[in-house]
């Protein structure tokens, strides 16, 4: 509980960022996850183990608490003969390799391939995605895209560019990615993670200290301007994924957000802080602290 609209938002800060309990955990399950894969793709295999890191939303400090899943990539060196014949044009059968492998060095219960990385399922829910990838000489990587063939992507230079944003931002940015994701999940979760996060970072020239009128802004500039490009340059338009329907609705639920921002802000600007909580709350959900 809060009695100030601006102790609200802090309480929210700390709610929704992952604590060093769960990042202990993730590494915990990370440097775990590895020795497996080192065992399994040892360097006189014609697939070898070469490096792993935490990518996706762990990866940028992104994520929202409670997290769920490890995004781990993992850069397996395969033999130039074996690629060309076995895996080049069989992106699955270079998948069920790694699953097959895991299963048979791994201790974890259940293992299972989907699309793009294989999954390695604990008992406390914490699960393990793996993305085994082979790196270009260009220093992208080449990933299963799901159906067969290759996509190509670099989260690198993901990292580096939300890093570079962030800081220009004094350091907030990361933070309102989080309080937009708890919008997004609190209204259907139509937006994928990573296209929320490009929107968020595309937002602001500047965006000052109040996370208020940063929500509103974030929530306005975007309604009816969905389409932001993967500032990688493999993966195009962001936004490719949403039906015309879903756009729709997207678009509603950006712009009764940028109303009840407003609203909330005039709240909150005559003193009314129950009203301003009350309202910040339907937009971010039930995470958001109540008023008391």
Known sequence: MASTTTAAFNEFDTRVTPDTSTWNKVYQRRDAVAQVLKTAFPST????????????????????????????????????????????????EFLYRVRNSLNNASAVQKIGARGQAVRLFYSDGLVVDVAAVEKYTSGAYAIPNGSGGWLTTNPDAHASYLNERNSMLSGDLKKMIRFAKEWN????????????????????????????TALRMFFDHNYNNLSVTDPAGYSGDLSSYL??????????????????????LRAEERGDHAEAIRLWRIVLGDKFPTYG
């Open 243 to 264: 039906t015309q329907s879903q756009r729709n609705a997207v678009n509603d639920s950006l712009l009764n957000a940028r109303d009840r921002a407003d609203a909330a």
């Open 45 to 92: 295999s014609n697939v070898r183990y070469k490096s792993h890191k935490i990518i996706g939303s762990l990866g940028r400090n992104t994520a929202s608490a409670p997290v769920a899943d490890i995004d781990l990539m993992v850069h397996l060196h395969v033999d130039e003969r074996l690629w060309n014949q076995s895996y080049r044009d069989d992106s699955s």
């Open 185 to 212: 999940r609190a209204h259907s979760s139509r937006l994928r993670s990573f296209h929320l996060e490009m929107l968020m970072a595309r937002t602001f020239r500047t965006m000052g200290t109040n996370s208020r």
